[in-house]
């Protein structure tokens, strides 16, 4: 009698089980929104913090475009029609932009220049059809505060780090990304509650990659004494990305309240202003462990306070509820 040899298949159950998880969290909205956006931020800034650490903010923009991939099954097909379409290009040309700048090492004239170019061909892009139809004031007073509210953001993502490769101001060097995770937040907050679910999902995405990066750059200032690079990378992949967010959900956006809300986020950004000096005295006196910890937390408390402002009163006073 012939005996048929038993075959065991070892751990093929884990597999499985193990890729049906992983296709789950790529489907189901926290996962899309927050999980693998982290997940990136955190993994990249490790990765290149040992590569050497020059592109290290990487992992903010690529969650962005990331999460962009996972919700809408794809990146917009180029030429773009749609505004919402036209941001993901702006994003990721944005993104692409900081990174040449930072391996040319051109970071500090090249960002002086685009700080202005990169915004006025943003707008214009987005804009174009109303723009060639005979644009009204309303437009143009659109354009031009969004124009001035981008160079204020790209101003304080590049001065707010000053100085941080001094021990006095070496907390500084988290402070772009915390700008970007507070704002992004609150951006996303009142997307999700009244403009859209999708630029509030991408909000909270970009959030999500700043979290990351930030989790591994503060570890990395707490105990060796220098947060990581964040550079043009940073500035453009993910301040650029949060301000071409911005553009979709104002232009989207159909009450002047709404436009409003997301305006009090952006000081998030004008907030530096006072919000350095002081988080840089928190402990000051004491010891440098204790100002490497205690001084980006007194800085996140403080740029928050606007976007948690907005968010309170769409909730509150306004009582906006996700659809």
Request: net charge positive.
């Amino acid at each position: 009698m012939l005996r048929r040899p038993a075959v065991f298949i070892v751990g093929s159950g884990a597999a499985d089980g193990g890729m049906a998880f992983f296709q789950n969290l790529l489907s189901d909205p926290v996962g899309q929104t927050a999980i693998v956006p982290f997940a990136i931020g955190f993994l990249l800034a490790v990765i290149l913090r040992i590569a050497g650490g020059r592109l290290a903010a990487l992992g903010i923009g690529a969650a962005f475009v990331a999460a962009y991939y996972m919700i809408h099954n794809g990146v917009p097909a180029f030429p773009p029609a749609a505004t919402a379409q036209k941001m993901f290009y702006v994003a990721a040309a944005g993104l692409a932009l900081g990174v040449v700048l930072d391996l040319a090492g051109a970071a500090r004239s090249g960002g002086h220049l685009f700080a202005f170019v990169v915004p006025i061909a943003a707008l214009a892009w987005m804009r174009w059809p109303q723009l060639m139809a005979g644009p009204g004031g309303a437009l143009i007073a659109t354009l031009v505060v969004l124009f001035l509210a981008s160079i204020v953001v790209y101003w304080r993502q590049a001065a707010s780090s000053r100085g941080s490769d001094t021990d006095e101001a070496s907390s500084a060097a988290l402070f772009p990304a915390i700008q970007v995770l507070v704002a992004g937040i609150g951006l996303g907050g009142i997307a999700l509650l009244g403009i859209s679910l999708a630029f509030g999902s991408l909000a909270m995405a970009l959030a999500a990659g700043a979290g990351g990066y930030l989790l591994v750059s503060y570890v990395v200032h707490l105990f060796g004494g220098r947060g990581l690079a964040y550079g043009a990378t940073g500035a453009f992949g993910g301040g650029g990305i949060w301000l071409a967010l911005a553009y979709a959900a104002v232009f989207a956006a159909d009450a002047p309240v709404k436009v409003a809300l997301i305006g009090v986020v952006a000081l998030a950004f004008l907030l530096d202003f006072v919000a350095r000096p002081l988080a840089l005295l928190v402990a000051a006196s004491g010891s440098p462990a204790a100002a490497r910890f205690a001084q980006p937390i007194a800085y996140g408390a403080l740029v928050a306070i606007p976007p948690a402002a907005a968010l309170a009163y769409a909730w509150f006073v306004l009582g906006w509820r996700m659809n």
